[in-house]
Antibody, heavy 118, light 108 residues
């Protein structure tokens, strides 16, 4: 069974950065695009962007341009999402998700709660 | 950016009833890149329907999707107790993705 396993919860101060990892298992990371989606407490889903793990190419949502960086390390089948200049509005669960057909997401990580608080 | 508007915000129905959820896009969604997900509390979303009408692997046939252009519908023919959850539509177009705000399906 395909799995995406994310790193653990983080607590950050405003202005700091956070880096969340997403390790793929039981499939080849470079075969599928990987997207990042976040969900603030009690709110809906927000698309952040994707990385092509094969080429390293990225595409970020306009709301996160200049603040988000998506990378990967193919040697350990892991993708990363780093978000900088954190504010309390960035408190959310962050998910990685594998792109399936027609830009749908068939497998999701378990989510990583990032709390931004002073 | 394409904005998706889901209606109703909350739908109260009983098991065995039919549920009809709507997702309207601010612009035409290209090539039916329209997807539906189910999310239960504390869980990641679950893929239900992709390409507007194709059921994902393992999804019961009581779930169906339809629509094109700017108007899409998710139908659950006969509600089972496990179907009560939040449902999101999602689109991808012009290299940008977006989700609707969700419809909460609750037990009446």
């Amino acid at each position: 069974q395909v799995q995406l396993v994310q790193s653990g919860a983080e607590v950050k101060q405003p202005g700091a950065s956070v880096k969340v990892s997403c390790k793929a298992s039981r499939y080849t990371l470079t075969d599928y695009f990987l997207h990042w989606v976040r969900q603030a407490p009690g709110q809906g889903l927000e698309w952040m962007g994707w990385i092509n793990p094969n080429s390293g190419g990225t595409n970020y949502a306009q709301n996160f341009q200049g603040r988000v960086t998506m990378t990967r390390d193919t040697s350990i089948s892991t993708a990363y999402m780093e978000l900088s200049r954190l504010t309390s509005d960035d408190t959310a669960v962050y998910y990685c998700a594998r792109e399936y057909q027609l830009a749908s997401f068939d497998y999701w990580g378990q989510g990583t709660l990032v709390t931004v608080s002073s | 950016e394409i904005v998706l508007t889901q209606s109703p915000g909350t739908l109260s129905l009983s098991p065995g009833e039919r549920a009809t959820l709507s997702c309207r896009a601010s612009q035409s969604v290209s090539s039916s890149y329209l997807t539906w997900y189910q999310q239960k509390p504390g869980q990641a979303p679950r893929l239900l329907i992709y390409g507007a009408s194709s059921r994902a692997t393992g999804i019961p046939d009581r779930f169906s999707g339809s629509g094109s252009g700017t108007d899409f519908t998710l139908t659950i023919s006969r509600l089972e107790p496990e179907d009560f959850a939040v449902y999101y539509c999602q689109q991808y177009g012009s290299s940008r993705g977006s989700f609707g705000q969700g419809t909460k399906l609750e037990i009446k």
